[in-house]
């Protein structure tokens, strides 16, 4: 467990002297801004602030040959696998940490005419896309590398957008009664909620199962 | 005497190449220098070493365990140092060091704060601005710090001036001769081995050609010179490997120094050959064959 932690903080330090936290915070701030008008894109923004930085990890791995190092120390190899996940999913919970509070600033400040904040049905919404999202990355990560993945993931995100749009195009259109309206008026069961995340959850352990079946075949 | 690492019969395919039946052991204490030239195999057995690549088949046993079965108990046992650091740059050498210390049971902090200082090291020093040589001797101290009773080197002095190598040699020679402490040191700068190596071990085309004791490499291979006219005595057929002709006349490697030396008197000369031209001449001699 400790060798874990290790790790994770290992993909949040790589972060430390670069300005690559900028842009994801910013993110996080214009996912509390949009909130009002479009609730989808607002997930979606909060998706790419984690794979921003997923990515840019990942990245640093393979410009620095990292994973050689790594892997010559006393590290289980399905460790290092799980941490990629457990990171991913610690940059949702501070993204959308930073999301909350910027929302709550800019209502309490009366800006942008924003009146809407995140509700718990989003945050499940966006705990499901982004679970989801890194449920397909990381499996075609592991088999392809950082250079092969890169734009296969890039488009994958693309279509994550298009398929939040057409969500709340949809919500809209069929009213207050279907479930995709509920979520973004923040409407939605309790019960229907944790089936999605813990449905979500799932999917994670088995993609993070399938990883670590991947890894094990490959070669430096 | 105990095998810190034993190689038997190691083969791993490539489309292209093949490391083939690959052998050797190194003993408790020793310094072992894996010779030959580029794409011979060198790192090929390194990354088997270090089951960074599966083996198609033989086994690899460091301190007596499978290197696959016992991974992890063997890593706490194995220290590393690579061509290039595989750390990352963006980060300070107390950074990084606080990333590795915790994956290692035995880390000695104050063991690592001595290296830094013998080494020359500033621990706030950002690794992209350090040189190769920095670059190296601050994989050196993290390979010591952890009681490591093997050291693997992969290409250590490659990209440095001479000054830092014979620098680098001289604090390894110290440092791990003191310590009782095994190296495997690839190489293909094969002088660099002249001055620490007990055992040389050569590989060529993924197949080792010899794993001796580096005084026996040296007494076995002689350098024979000789006229033109040599080349056509029937005499030193077969006992020639990798002849190379010149206007003045031939140069070439035996094992048959004392016989060609009797047959053919004044003929020849006969010199002692480095490292440098055993590995030049065995590779000429299996192109020429």
Same mark, same amino acid.
């Given at each position: ?60 791995? $393979?410009?620095?040959?990292?994973? @050689? +190092? *790594? ?8 460790? !290092?696998?799980? =941490?990629? %996940? ?51 990355? $990381?499996?075609?990560?592991?088999? @392809? +590398? *950082? ?8 488009? !994958?995100?693309? =279509?994550? %957008? ?57 070669? @430096? | ?289």
């Amino acid at each position: 467990m400790s060798k874990l932690i290790h790790l994770v903080r290992r993909d949040l330090m790589v972060h430390k002297r670069e300005r690559s936290l900028v842009v994801p915070a910013l993110l996080c701030v214009a996912a509390a801004i949009f909130l009002e008008s479009t609730p989808g894109f607002a997930v979606g923004l909060i998706t790419t602030v984690v794979y921003h930085v997923v990515v840019y990890t990942n990245a640093y791995d $393979f410009k620095y040959n990292v994973q @050689l +190092g *790594y892997r010559s120390l006393p590290i289980p190899r399905a460790s !290092l696998i799980v =941490s990629r %996940y457990l990171s991913a999913l610690l940059i949702f919970i501070l993204s959308t940490a930073i999301s909350i509070l910027a929302s709550a600033a800019v209502r309490t400040a009366g800006l942008f005419n924003v009146t809407r904040g995140w509700t718990l049905s989003l945050v499940a919404l966006a705990f499901c896309t982004v679970g989801l999202y890194f449920s397909v990355y $990381f499996p075609i990560y592991f088999r @392809l +590398g *950082y250079m092969k993945s890169r734009w296969a993931t890039y488009f !994958l995100l693309l =279509s994550l %957008y298009t398929g939040l749009g057409a969500l709340q195009g949809l919500g809209a259109q069929v009213g207050g009664g279907a479930v995709t309206a509920q979520i973004f008026s923040g409407a939605v069961d309790a019960p229907v909620l944790a089936a999605a995340v813990l449905g979500t959850s799932a999917v994670l352990a088995l993609s993070m199962f399938v990883s670590i079946k991947i890894d094990q075949g490959r070669e @430096l | 005497m105990e095998a810190v690492l034993r190689l038997e019969g190691v083969t791993k395919h490539y489309p292209g190449f093949t490391l083939q039946d690959v052998s050797f052991r190194l003993e408790r204490g020793f310094v072992m220098g894996l010779i030959g030239p580029n794409g011979a195999g060198k790192s090929t057995t390194i990354k088997l070493i270090m089951n960074l690549i599966k083996r198609d088949g033989g086994i690899i046993e460091l301190f007596g365990l499978d290197n696959v079965k016992h991974e992890l108990a063997v890593k706490e046992r194995v220290g590393f140092v690579y061509d290039t650091i595989p750390y990352y740059g963006m980060l300070t050498i107390a950074e990084m060091k606080s990333l590795i210390a915790p994956f290692y049971r035995r880390w000695d902090e104050n063991l690592f704060r001595r290296y830094l200082k013998e080494f020359d090291l500033n621990p706030h020093q950002v690794i992209d601005n350090m040189s190769r040589g920095m670059k190296t001797k601050f994989q050196l101290a993290v390979a010591l710090s952890h009681d490591a009773e093997l050291i693997i080197m992969d290409e250590p002095t490659s990209g440095l001036d001479p000054v830092f190598r014979s620098e680098l040699l001289d604090i390894l020679y110290d440092v791990i001769t003191d310590a009782g402490k095994s190296v495997l040191f690839s190489t293909h700068i094969t002088t660099d081995l002249e001055k620490i190596a007990d055992y040389i071990t050569f590989i060529n085309q993924g197949q080792v050609v010899f794993s001796l004791p580096k005084d026996d490499v040296l007494e076995r291979y002689v350098l024979v010179k000789g006229g033109p006219e040599v080349l056509n005595d029937p005499r030193v057929k077969g006992h020639l490997i990798g002849v190379r002709r010149g206007q003045m006349g031939f140069s070439a490697l035996t094992t048959e120094a004392d016989a060609l030396e009797r047959q053919l008197g004044d003929a020849v000369t006969l010199e002692r050959a480095s490292l440098d031209d055993i590995m030049v001449f065995l590779v000429r001699g299996e192109r020429n064959v």
